[in-house]
């Protein structure tokens, strides 16, 4: 569904929807269950849909149903060992859990840091298979620093640590250097769960 876009409305396909946002600044949608779901949202508009759903704390309950993710779609996840500080990361088919990648441990990271090289990659990835599916994280952190095309971390660079500043200056040039259609998506934790890609370790 589309609040802001070429042709706001609802839409029940996927590709329909990406050609109404595509190009558009400042697009607004959002996928939903139900057409019904859908419905009563737009109905709302995106100001009162967005104010309900952040004092809730969660996604938004429309009647009874509770919104869910997109499928087919693509969740990323970091760990990070607080105790050694060994960062790692992969992407998981969001709906079947099945792992696509995985990258790590590297010595001396951090969280942030490995959401943020998890999200790239996953569009990488992406982009080389020719798919338009969303990306699920579940860090307002890495989302903000994927669309600065920067990560603003305050680690500091160690013999031990190089690889992850190197991996971290990759990012930041793929970013720069290419385009990508993928929604990168929050994955909604308080409603559904651990995000698919989790490792499962807290």
Same mark, same amino acid.
């Given at each position: ?55 809730? !704390? ?10 869910? %993710? =997109? +499928? ?6 970091? &760990? /990070? ?40 990659? !996953? ?10 599916? %969303? =990306? +699920? ?6 989302? &903000? /620093? ?57």
């Amino acid at each position: 569904m589309v609040w802001a876009g070429h042709s706001p409305g609802i839409y029940d396909d996927w590709g329909k929807c990406q050609e109404q946002i595509k190009g558009f600044e400042n697009a607004k949608f959002k996928g939903f269950p139900t057409k019904y779901a859908a419905e009563k949202a737009f109905s709302m508009g995106y100001g009162r849909y967005m104010k309900l759903n952040s004092s809730q !704390g969660a996604s938004l309950r429309i009647g009874s149903t509770v919104l869910k %993710p =997109v +499928y087919p779609s693509l969740a990323v996840d970091a &760990a /990070w060992n607080t105790a050694t500080g060994d960062m790692e990361y992969r992407g998981v088919d969001a709906h079947s859990g099945k792992e696509i990648f995985r990258q790590g441990p590297f010595f001396d990271g951090t969280n942030n840091i490995g959401e943020f090289l998890a999200i790239v990659h !996953g569009l990488a990835f992406l982009q080389k298979q020719g798919s338009k599916i %969303p =990306v +699920y994280t579940d860090s307002v952190t890495a989302i &903000a /620093w994927v669309r600065r095309k920067q990560a603003n971390t305050k680690l500091a660079l160690t013999p031990r640590n190089a690889i992850i500043f190197e991996l971290i200056q990759r990012a930041e040039t793929w970013l720069s250097t290419n385009k990508w259609d993928n929604p990168i998506l929050k994955w909604e934790t308080p409603v559904w769960g651990e995000i698919p890609a989790d490792f499962g370790r807290k």
